[in-house]
């Protein structure tokens, strides 16, 4: 795939990712938490899912579990949303947009390279 393919593909991704959690009209403390957190956690569980080295699988979970330590805290504000609301913001986190496998590498460079998510 070239680099235009590559590029156009991210976009679309984010494009279509965006228009998501959009639609479910969240306050905008809610839509960070969306971008910053719930939806990296559960890209890398579903990336590390599929490593065959452990060492690698268990670097990516760790990335993840960091990302949704804070969101399990009894203080933190997703715990103040209903149990229906929490498990409508985990499937749309959990079920993003269609990506051609090619670029998943990519996804995943993007996702580990925003600040503070380091593994």
Same mark, same amino acid.
Request: glycine share 4%; with cysteine.
């Given at each position: 795939?070239?680099?235009?393919?590559?590029?156009?593909?991210?976009?679309?991704?984010?494009?279509?990712?965006?228009?998501?959690?959009?639609?479910?009209?969240?306050? =905008?403390?809610?839509?960070? /938490?969306?971008?910053?957190?719930?939806? +990296?956690?559960?890209?890398?569980? &579903?990336? !590390?899912? $599929?490593?065959?080295?452990?060492?690698?699988?268990?670097?990516?979970?760790?990335?993840?579990?960091?990302?949704?330590?804070?969101?399990?805290?009894?203080?933190?504000?997703?715990?103040?949303?209903?149990? =229906?609301?929490?498990?409508? /913001?985990?499937?749309?986190?959990?079920? +993003?947009?269609?990506?051609?496998? &090619?670029? !998943?590498? $990519?996804?995943?460079?993007?996702?580990?390279?925003?600040?503070?998510?380091?593994?």
């Amino acid at each position: 795939m070239g680099s235009d393919q590559q590029v156009a593909t991210l976009v679309f991704f984010f494009t279509a990712l965006q228009q998501r959690v959009e639609a479910l009209n969240l306050p =905008a403390e809610f839509e960070q /938490l969306m971008h910053e957190q719930l939806i +990296p956690a559960r890209y890398l569980e &579903r990336v !590390a899912a $599929r490593q065959t080295r452990a060492e690698e699988r268990h670097r990516l979970e760790a990335v993840s579990e960091r990302l949704l330590a804070p969101l399990r805290a009894p203080d933190h504000p997703f715990q103040q949303l209903d149990a =229906a609301t929490q498990a409508t /913001l985990e499937q749309v986190a959990g079920d +993003p947009p269609p990506a051609r496998r &090619r670029c !998943a590498s $990519r996804l995943t460079k993007v996702v580990l390279n925003r600040p503070g998510y380091s593994g």
